[in-house]
């Protein structure tokens, strides 16, 4: 058998590891000052790739900061998914995402800053956090556990209220988040028809352990 990958491959997974350095050297900039005026020479060097590779990537900057908050959203999706893995009630979904994001301030500050800084516009992205909210309300709705009417409309209540709470993190750093998590989770939850006893009792359930 051969000892290396075929010269395609090398190359396949060097485009990838270039375009991921990119990525990533994108991704700190967003979450360091939001600044996406930074000159593609300072985005190169900070990826430690060359100039030239850059537009191998993509046609613009605009293009790579796109690129860099959907890795981010899809990142913080994944990060639900994967602790949040054999919870099949709606309700308690949409609480624990609650509670997890206040927690991943001080986890997961880059991701959280992005979502900080440019989760707004993607409150209704067909990637990321917002195709997982959409499909658990959904799932609510479809269930009868939830009454709202219109997954669009709660999926936009849900997203300004989580990215109000992400803000109150950075702004509050000496507020309890865990505690303004699951108050504002109540809060939701009886804005998406839960009953108020139950939603209280279901923003309060323990967190799954992490993977």
Same mark, same amino acid.
């Given at each position: 058998?051969?000892?290396?990958?075929?010269?395609?491959?090398?190359?396949?997974?060097?485009?990838?590891?270039?375009?991921?350095?990119?990525?990533?050297?994108?991704?700190?900039?967003?979450?360091?000052?939001?600044?996406?005026?930074?000159?593609?020479?300072?985005?190169?060097?900070?990826?430690?790739?060359?100039?030239?590779?850059?537009?191998?990537?993509?046609?613009?900057?605009?293009?790579?900061?796109?690129?860099?908050?959907?890795?981010?959203?899809?990142?913080?999706?994944?990060a639900f998914d994967d602790q949040l893995t054999g919870i099949d009630d709606s309700a308690e979904l949409v609480a624990a995402g609650f509670r997890l994001s206040a927690r991943?301030?001080?986890?997961?500050?880059?991701?959280?800053?992005?979502?900080?800084?440019?989760?707004?516009?993607?409150?209704?992205?067909?990637?990321? !956090? /917002?195709?997982?909210? &959409? #499909?658990? %309300?959904?799932?609510?709705? *479809?269930?009868?556990?939830?009454? $709202? @009417?219109? +997954?669009?409309?709660?999926?936009?209540?849900?997203?300004?209220?989580?990215?109000?709470?992400?803000?109150?993190?950075?702004?509050?750093?000496?507020?309890?988040?865990?505690?303004?998590?699951?108050? !504002? /989770?109540?809060?939701? &939850? #009886?804005? %998406?028809?839960?009953?108020? *006893?139950?939603?209280?009792?279901? $923003? @309060?359930? +323990?967190?799954?352990?992490?993977n």
């Amino acid at each position: 058998m051969p000892t290396s990958a075929p010269p395609s491959n090398r190359f396949e997974r060097r485009r990838a590891e270039t375009r991921g350095a990119l990525v990533r050297a994108a991704r700190q900039i967003l979450a360091e000052t939001g600044d996406t005026g930074a000159s593609i020479q300072a985005i190169a060097e900070r990826a430690d790739v060359g100039f030239g590779s850059f537009y191998n990537h993509f046609e613009s900057k605009t293009e790579l900061f796109e690129a860099a908050v959907v890795d981010a959203m899809e990142e913080f999706g994944q990060a639900f998914d994967d602790q949040l893995t054999g919870i099949d009630d709606s309700a308690e979904l949409v609480a624990a995402g609650f509670r997890l994001s206040a927690r991943m301030a001080d986890s997961h500050p880059e991701l959280m800053q992005i979502l900080r800084r440019r989760g707004l516009a993607h409150i209704h992205s067909d990637n990321g !956090l /917002a195709r997982r909210a &959409l #499909r658990d %309300l959904q799932a609510g709705m *479809d269930s009868g556990r939830f009454t $709202a @009417r219109d +997954p669009a409309v709660a999926l936009s209540a849900l997203g300004g209220t989580l990215l109000s709470l992400v803000e109150l993190r950075f702004a509050r750093p000496d507020l309890d988040g865990d505690e303004a998590a699951v108050n !504002l /989770a109540e809060m939701v &939850l #009886r804005m %998406l028809g839960v009953p108020p *006893d139950d939603a209280q009792e279901v $923003a @309060r359930r +323990p967190l799954p352990e992490p993977n």
